[in-house]
């Protein structure tokens, strides 16, 4: 009787764990020197908020181990969550954001995509602040394997150097 | 029986090899075959037209014309800080983030080329970015000494990749007139593939139903046969009434049932004279004649009428009232002296009839003139 509780405690455990062993961890990031840079959200409101590296970590940080299309071996990233950004700003329920780069770049992603996978707005690299020169200070990071998954993301979705969050018209 | 023509009989030799079962299993292979072969076709040639597009259109395209927007952002800033006639800080904080996002372009430009057939064209195009990040670096390095003679030389190195950039361009759009090319001449195979596998499967439906129709018109010659050999073991050819095993175990039926009835023999008077006469023709018209009146009998008086053999024929009525039966002979009689006609003219015969009753010790018998006997 005693051997099938605990059977069954030892089942139960190791589904919670695959439950909650998901490739984004929440973590806790000792302060650093961030390279100057700032995100810009507009929320649902018209208020813009500027976030330097710094004031975005105040959100939950999370942290992700993964590679990307430019980089071969699996990197740590650290950061926040773009859901959370979102949600602070009233985007949560945006059908779609439109996100600027410092460059230019423009990208749309939709209400359906940021639901389905999670986006980490990244500041950290290896436990370094983010740079510029390697697509920082802020980018944004999807798990590969959920990223190969999903039939809405795609390397536009892997924003390099964001710069501005607003709802798309 | 005829024997096929040469063609025909080898046609039906092919059906009968593909309507084995080696030559259905053949038949599936073969169709499976030319599904997946096409479904495999187009689905390498969508693949390979996706990737065409993709890297075309945002790997080399779009980052050709992002590379001149990025060289020219880093000139802005050096052209307005020569305008101030000083490099402010605010100046060189975007200074130093366009020289960021130049490099990052052109290393993403890099990695995009490696493992590719490099042009020259292209490398021409890099190495001046790779100049003008070099220039952008040491010009931070040495905290924006001389900011005129660092315009001077971003201008040059600007205009020499302006130059090699539209060059790149250009051989980018003559590379998508190729790809265009290649995406029709896909198409133009495309199509032949489509016909070739829709001939294929033409043909093995065509086959299909050639099967399909030889069975059944097999099964409905089969049918005929058999109803024919079942017609033929009860009933007579000639008269179409029933024959003489059909009347034994008619007859057998009645006797075992218990019941009353009576058997009326009907025979023909001079039949071979009609035979050697009038031939054999009208010999066979008389007895088909004769068949019918006894069936029209059987069927009103609910009996039974045979042909026994030759000129002899039987009839079972379920009753034995000898007014009736009498009755029923001279009517027999009475549409047996008429005269009917046949292919070649009318004809008129007699016939004789006995009848006996099962419950009474008498029998009787009629003749039609003139006279025939029992």
Redesign the interface.
């Known amino acids: 009787m005693n051997l099938k509780i605990t059977a069954m405690l030892f089942t139960l455990g190791l589904f919670a764990g695959q439950l909650h062993a998901g490739p984004i961890k929440q973590a806790t990031l000792p302060p650093i020197e961030h390279e100057q840079a700032a995100l810009t959200v507009v929320a649902s409101d018209g208020v813009e908020t500027r976030y330097s590296a710094a004031e975005l970590e105040m959100f939950p940080t999370y942290s992700l181990t993964t590679t990307t299309p430019w980089r071969d071996e699996p990197t740590v990233f650290e950061g926040v969550l773009l859901s959370d950004i979102l949600e602070k700003n009233g985007l949560n329920g945006s059908p779609s954001i439109l996100v600027t780069a410092e460059n230019d770049y423009q990208t749309t992603m939709s209400k359906d995509l940021i639901d389905s996978v999670q986006i980490l707005v990244v500041t950290r690299v290896d436990g370094k602040a983010h740079s510029r020169r390697v697509r920082g200070p802020i980018q944004f990071i999807i798990d590969a394997e959920a990223f190969a998954g999903s039939s809405l993301a795609t390397e536009a979705s892997l924003v390099w150097m964001a710069a501005r969050i607003e709802a798309a018209e | 029986m005829i024997p096929p023509s040469s063609s025909k009989f080898r046609f039906q030799r092919f059906l009968d090899a593909i309507a084995s079962r080696l030559g259905i299993y053949s038949a599936i292979g073969v169709l499976i075959l030319i599904c997946v072969g096409m479904g495999t076709y187009l689905q390498s040639v969508v693949i390979e037209l996706d990737k065409s597009l993709v890297e075309f259109e945002?790997q080399q395209v779009r980052n050709g014309y992002?590379a001149m927007?990025?060289v020219q952002?880093l000139v802005l800033v050096a052209h307005q800080a020569v305008n101030a006639g000083v490099m402010s800080k605010p100046l060189a904080?975007e200074f130093r983030?366009a020289a960021?996002?130049l490099?990052?372009?052109a290393n993403?430009f890099r990695?995009l080329s490696e493992g590719k057939e490099n042009s020259f064209i292209k490398n021409s195009a890099l190495a001046t970015l790779d100049e003008i990040v070099a220039l952008a670096d040491d010009t931070v390095s040495n905290d924006f000494q001389d900011c005129d003679l660092v315009f001077k030389k971003l201008i040059s190195l600007s205009s020499k990749a302006r130059e090699n950039l539209v060059q790149f361009l250009d051989e980018m759009r003559r590379q998508a007139d190729l790809i265009t090319e290649q995406q029709a001449g896909v198409m133009r195979h495309q199509q032949f593939v489509v016909l070739a596998n829709l001939a294929g499967l033409t043909l093995v439906g065509s086959g299909a139903l050639l099967l399909l129709r030889r069975e059944v018109l097999e099964r409905r010659g089969r049918e005929i046969a058999e109803r024919r050999s079942e017609f033929l073991a009860y009933f007579d050819s000639l008269t179409e009434i029933p024959n003489r095993i059909q009347f034994q175990d008619k007859l057998a039926e009645y006797i075992q049932s218990g019941a009353h009835f009576a058997l009326i023999f009907i025979d023909l008077d001079e039949f071979k004279q009609i035979n050697d006469t009038k031939g054999h023709s009208a010999g066979d018209a008389t007895l088909k004649h004769v068949g019918r009146i006894l069936q029209d009998a059987a069927e009103n008086n609910f009996g039974f009428a045979a042909r026994l053999g030759g000129d002899e024929f039987a009839f079972i009525v379920p009753t034995v009232d000898l007014v009736s039966l009498e009755n029923l002979c001279k009517e027999l009689l009475d549409k047996g002296s008429r005269y009917f006609d046949y292919e070649k003219g009318q004809l008129k015969l007699s016939f004789s009839i006995g009848d006996l009753p099962t419950s009474k010790s008498r029998a009787c018998c009629l003749t039609s003139a003139p006279a025939g006997q029992i």
């Open positions: 945002d992002v927007s990025d952002r904080t983030t960021d996002i490099y990052v372009r993403h990695q």
